[in-house]
C-alpha cells in the first residue's frame, strides 16, 4: 500500500474523467441546446466499498423534461449547475466492492455521463441476455418495458380477450405495449403512430392487428373505424385527442392507464380535459395515472418474463442508437420530437 | 266468486284506476311541464303469480333526466306515450301470488305512479325498520344510500384515516356518503353544498368535519384551505369545477369516485373536462365512474350494515316529501333545481 491509492485490493483507476451533461439553465417549453452544459469531471479515487462503472448506453426519456422543471412531481427536479440522472447500463471497471467485481454488467441511475461511480448500493448487478445487446436493459428489459407491463396488468387490469388500443404504439413503450397484450391474451391490438413509415412497422413488425396515422384525420375520426366492436383497455402515452377518442368507444368497465403525456409536457399553459367525461359514468370507466417508479418490485417478475420473450423472438424491439455521450443532448431533443423509432439510447463506450 | 272476480283465491280488487305519469315528449335542456302527461288507467284483473301494490311512496332522482333522452345509456330510455318507470315503495293490496301476501311491503321499480301491478318477480318483500318510515326504501337504506355506499368502497377503496370530500353534500347521496364515510373510519370529511342553510346542516346535522358554499367563491379558492393535508377520496355528484378543484388537492394514490354529475345532465353541449388531468400521472389518481344498477348485489350486505346504523342514530337522513302523484312532476322539477334537503320523494298513499 502506498500513500496514493486507496486501502483494500489493487484498483485500477483509469478512465478517472467523466464526461456529464449538467443542466445549465431550466426550459421553458421546448428545451434547446444552450440549456445544457458539457462538463469534464476528474473522479477521486475509490473508497472501501464502491464501484467505477464505465457506461455502455445511458437512456433519455421523456419523463425527463418533467424533471427539467422546478415543481413538485413524482420525482425530485433536476438541479441547476449539477450533472442530470437517469437510467444506464454499463461494467465494473474498477471496484473496491466484493459484491461487484471488476467486469459485472450494472444498471443503475448515474446515467447523463460516460462514466459513473459511486456505492455499490447503487448498482444492480444483471445478466446479459445471450443475442440481446445490453442497452435492452434501458429499453424493454428495463424500465420502459416495465412501464408497458405495469400499465397493462396492474393499472389497466388487461384480460384475456380484450381489445386494446395504444397511442405513440412504434415508440419504446408502445411497441412493448402492444407485444405484451397479444402474449397476455388481447383479442385485437389497435395503435396509432405519427408516421406511414411507423403504421407499416406496427403491423408488420410488432404485430398489431390494425393501426393508423393520427395526422391523417381526426383521432375521433380514424379509430372507431379500427375498433368496430368498441375497445376495452387504452393504454395512453399521449393525452389530447387520443383520449378523447378512446372515451368515446370504450365498452363497460373499460380501463384506461395514463402513462405520461407526452404532448404536454412541453406547454406551458393549462389544457382543457376531454369532452366526454359523462361516459366515465355512463360506462363504468376507469382512468388511474401512473408512473413506473413507484412499481419496481414487479421488476423481477417482468424481466423473468420477457427474457425468454426476447430470447425466443417472441417480442422484437427497435432502438435507435446516438454516439457518444457529446451527441446525448442531440439525441433527447430528437427523442422528444418523436424522431425515434423505439427505445431512444445514447451509446457511450 | 263471482263472475266479476278473477277465478283463485279471494282478491280485493280496489283500488283498480292508477294515476301514471307519462312521458309526452322529449325535453331539450331543462323539462317543462308540457313534457309530462298525468293519465288515469284501468288495471286489468290480475292473473295467477301477480300482486297489485298500492305505492305508499315514489322516488324522484337525478338519473331520470337522462332516461328522458333518446340515447344509449346505461338504462334505456323513456318510451315517449308510456308511463315512466322508477324507484317505489309499497303494500300489496291484492295478490296471486303465495310468496307476497297481502300486507307485505314491497320495494320495485314501478314508480311514477300510484298503483303498480305486475308480476311477483319484479317486487321484492323487504321489512321495515321500527321507527323508520317506509320511504327511507327508496333514499338512505335503498337505491340513494347503496351509491353512496359502493362509491366509497368499490369504486373509491375507502381507507380508515382517509380524508374524503364530497360534493352535493347537503343531497340524498352526499350526506349519506359523509356520514358512512365516518362510520368507516375516515379521518376528515369535507362538504360542498350551494347555499348557507345546506352548509350549516353539513357540520351541524350530519358531522362532516368542515364544508363550504360553492357560490361563495370558487371551488379551487375554497377547497384548499379546508383540506390542507390534501384529500385522498373526493366522491363527485356535480362534476365541473369541483372535479378540477378536488384533482389539484388529491394526494399520491387519491381516488375518485365519479358518481353521475347533475350540473351537466341538461347540457346539449359538450363541456370541456378538467384542464389539470396531467395530476392523474403526477399523483397515480384514479377515477372511476359508476352507476349503482350494476352494483345491486351488494344491496343486502348494505341493508344490514345501515339497518341498525339508521335505528341507533349513527345515520341521520332529511327528506322533502311532495304530496300526491299529481305533484310527482313539480317535485322532480324541484329536486332538479336543487330546492330538496336530503332525499326527495312523493308520497302516494
Same mark, same amino acid.
Given at each position: 500500500m502506498t500513500a496514493s491509492t486507496p486501502t483494500g485490493p489493487a484498483v485500477p +483507476?483509469?478512465?478517472? +474523467?467523466s464526461t456529464q451533461i449538467h443542466l445549465a439553465s431550466r426550459p421553458t417549453g421546448w428545451p434547446t441546446p444552450e440549456n445544457f452544459r458539457t462538463v469534464r469531471v476528474d473522479l477521486p479515487d475509490l473508497t472501501p466499498g464502491q464501484v467505477r462503472v464505465a457506461n455502455t448506453f445511458v437512456s433519455v426519456d421523456p419523463y425527463m423534461r418533467g424533471r427539467m422543471n422546478d415543481v413538485k412531481s413524482y420525482v425530485p427536479p433536476f438541479a441547476v449547475g449539477e450533472a442530470m440522472t437517469g437510467g444506464a447500463v454499463g461494467e465494473v471497471v474498477?471496484? &473496491?466492492a466484493e459484491s461487484l467485481p471488476v467486469g459485472t454488467t450494472v444498471l443503475h441511475q448515474? @446515467?447523463?455521463?460516460d462514466v459513473a461511480q459511486g456505492d455499490a448500493a447503487g448498482f444492480t448487478a444483471v445478466t446479459p441476455v445471450p443475442g440481446?445487446? #445490453?442497452s435492452a436493459f434501458l429499453g424493454v428489459l428495463g424500465m420502459t418495458g416495465l412501464t408497458a407491463w405495469v400499465g397493462l396488468t &396492474?393499472?389497466?387490469?388487461l384480460r384475456p380477450g380484450d381489445t386494446v388500443f395504444v397511442s405513440g404504439a412504434a415508440g419504446a413503450v408502445g411497441s412493448a405495449v402492444g407485444q405484451i397484450a397479444r402474449l397476455l391474451g388481447a383479442k385485437r391490438v389497435i395503435g396509432s403512430a405519427g408516421s406511414a413509415e411507423k403504421v407499416r412497422l406496427l403491423t408488420e413488425?410488432? @404485430?398489431?392487428d390494425a393501426a393508423f396515422n393520427y395526422? #391523417?384525420?381526426p383521432v375521433r375520426e380514424q379509430l372507431p373505424t379500427h375498433a368496430p366492436d368498441g375497445i376495452d383497455v387504452y393504454f395512453d402515452n399521449v393525452g389530447g385527442d387520443h383520449l378523447e377518442a378512446a372515451l368515446d368507444v370504450l365498452n363497460r368497465d373499460g380501463r384506461v392507464a395514463l402513462c405520461g403525456a407526452i404532448s404536454q409536457y412541453n406547454t406551458t399553459e393549462k389544457t382543457p380535459g376531454p #369532452?366526454?367525461?359523462a361516459n366515465l359514468v355512463k360506462q363504468g370507466l376507469t382512468l388511474r395515472g401512473f408512473t413506473v417508479g413507484f412499481h419496481l418490485d414487479q421488476a423481477g417478475e417482468y424481466r423473468e418474463k420477457m427474457g425468454p420473450w426476447l430470447r425466443d423472438g417472441d417480442v422484437v424491439t427497435d432502438e435507435t442508437v446516438i454516439d457518444g455521450i457529446d451527441r446525448a443532448v442531440d439525441g433527447f431533443l430528437a427523442m422528444m420530437r418523436g424522431e425515434n423509432v423505439g427505445k431512444m439510447v445514447i451509446r457511450t463506450r
Open positions: +483507476v483509469a478512465p478517472s +474523467v474498477a471496484s &473496491t448515474q @446515467g447523463w455521463r440481446v445487446a #445490453d &396492474t393499472i389497466a387490469s413488425r410488432y @404485430g398489431f395526422q #391523417d384525420a #369532452d366526454n367525461m
